[in-house]
């Protein structure tokens, strides 16, 4: 191919892990990037293109997917401790509402964007107030943020009573447009059955019709929760979102944890999907998601770091060793499969966001959302099994380079799109504002 054919080759990859249908992992071939898009795998050195990247004793891999996340809450890294999720809620909410400003949030989202991008996440699922500041503040930082405007009953911390937030929903295409960055769908965010009403729920399924936007929702996180609900309601999560019209294709349900097989059988037949978020689950000892159940009944799975403050980092790497040690602990190691693991990190996540024909695997036509993982490392040699390797060894810290939509925004383990300096100054002066200090002596 001639040098003016491809905007970028990737060289030399020791392995390209594809994601595909089949599981392909490929050997010393090179990936040529045109427009944003893969337009070519072939072998090493039979692509030419204006700038070579040499992957040599490189992986090459999809783009982590978070499935999951709430990026502005990195400011509240191990602020709520040792306590269950109500506890969790009442603590953080008060910090919140000392430093969730808008500016703020931006500070925050761009911070646990940064975070995510560094070790291999290139999308992600982030519900949060100011979610316009959150956007640009992940912008920034190059990662495909999927972002939407959140819905409570209450006020809450942004100030918004409920007429504000259908106003805020009602524009978001155009905020969208305005701030730019990697195309991400549209998504509206209600926070859960517990904070918006039946009545409002319906709304909300009416106007993502006519948005032709997708749902992001929390449901059965832990089982008090769930008796709430049933107090309340007499129904499970799952069954007032059916109920509601909000269950539908791509409705992402973030953590699902206590399902009823209905839930699950509902879920399915719908084509929503869970966001399971084992780390923060089991930090929180809200339970255990029956992972193998779910796919066993049709449910798509995709995995989510879920927030800073509950799940402490962002880390995709841990939740894949998290999910998969927790599948063979319940159903034995001989029922676990590593690639499987993988896919739920990447092409499932993207199936279950609706962006399967355009993320989450490395084929021709999709963007170019890549990691490199530099396999020369004690802990990663002898390579005997790739996806052994990425679920069980692999870590963040291995990943050196980073691209969306092509544009490379990890350079050899740093961003050359954010002054980290300036961002930890900033980072610093908002944890001050907090009045507690490190528990450190000295």
């Known amino acids: 191919m001639r040098a003016s054919e491809m905007d970028l080759v990737i060289d030399n990859a020791q392995f390209i892990v594809t994601s595909d249908s089949k599981d392909s992992v490929l050997r010393n071939c090179a990936i040529g990037i045109k427009d944003k898009k893969i337009a070519a795998i072939q072998k090493a050195g039979t692509i030419q293109g204006s700038r ?8 090459i891999a999809p783009g982590l997917i978070n499935a999951h996340t709430h990026l502005a809450m990195t400011l509240l890294r191990g602020w709520a401790e040792g306590v269950n999720l109500q506890s969790f809620l009442e ?14 949030v931006a500070i925050g ?15 992600a699922v982030d519900m949060y107030l100011h979610p316009d500041s959150a956007h640009r503040g992940a912008a920034l930082t ?10 409570l009953d209450f006020s809450g911390l942004d100030g918004l009573e409920w007429e504000q937030r259908l106003d805020v929903a ?34 909300i399924a009416k106007l993502a019709i006519e948005m032709s936007a997708s749902i992001n929702i929390h449901a059965s996180e832990n089982l008090g929760e ?32 206590h399902l009823t097989d209905e839930d699950i059988q509902s879920l399915a037949s719908a084509g929503a999907a869970v966001a399971h978020c084992p780390s923060s689950n089991l930090k929180l000892g809200s339970g255990i998601a029956d ?10 799975v995709a995995l989510g770091t879920d927030g800073c403050s509950s799940s402490n980092d962002l880390d995709l790497w841990t939740v894949m060793r998290t999910t998969a040690n927790l599948y063979a602990q319940k159903n034995g190691p001989e029922n676990l499969q590593a690639s499987k693991i993988f896919r739920m990190a990447t092409i499932e996540a993207a199936q279950s966001l609706g962006l399967e024909s355009s993320i989450g695997s490395i084929e021709v036509g999709k963007s170019a959302d890549l990691i490199s993982i530099d396999l020369n490392k004690a802990h990663l040699i002898p390579l005997h099994d790739v996806f052994a390797q990425l679920v069980f060894a692999v870590g963040r810290g291995d990943v050196r380079d980073v691209w969306v939509d092509g544009k490379q925004v990890v350079v050899d383990g ?4 954010i002054d980290f300096i300036e961002l930890s100054a900033e980072v610093e002066v908002l944890r001050k504002s907090l009045n507690r200090e490190p528990n450190a002596e000295g």
């Open 52 to 59: 070579t990247y040499d992957a040599r004793g490189k992986l």
């Open 91 to 104: 603590k953080v909410w008060a910090a919140e509402s000392l430093i969730m400003s808008p500016s703020n």
């Open 109 to 123: 989202t761009q911070l646990g964007a940064l975070e995510s991008l560094l070790g291999g996440t290139t999308t």
């Open 142 to 151: 190059g990662i495909r943020h999927i972002t939407g405007p959140i819905f």
């Open 170 to 203: 009602k524009k978001w295409t155009e905020v969208l447009k305005d701030i730019g960055g990697p195309e991400v769908p549209v998504f509206l965010m209600p926070h859960s059955t517990y904070t918006v009403s039946p009545d409002h729920l319906v709304i």
């Open 226 to 257: 769930n008796e709430d609900v049933y107090k309340r309601f007499s129904k499970t999560p799952t069954a007032i979102l059916k109920e509601t019209g909000l269950l539908k294709s791509h409705t992402l349900v973030g953590h699902g944890i």
């Open 291 to 300: 992972v193998k159940k779910y796919h066993s009944m049709g449910l798509s």
């Open 414 to 417: 740093k961003s050359p799109l």
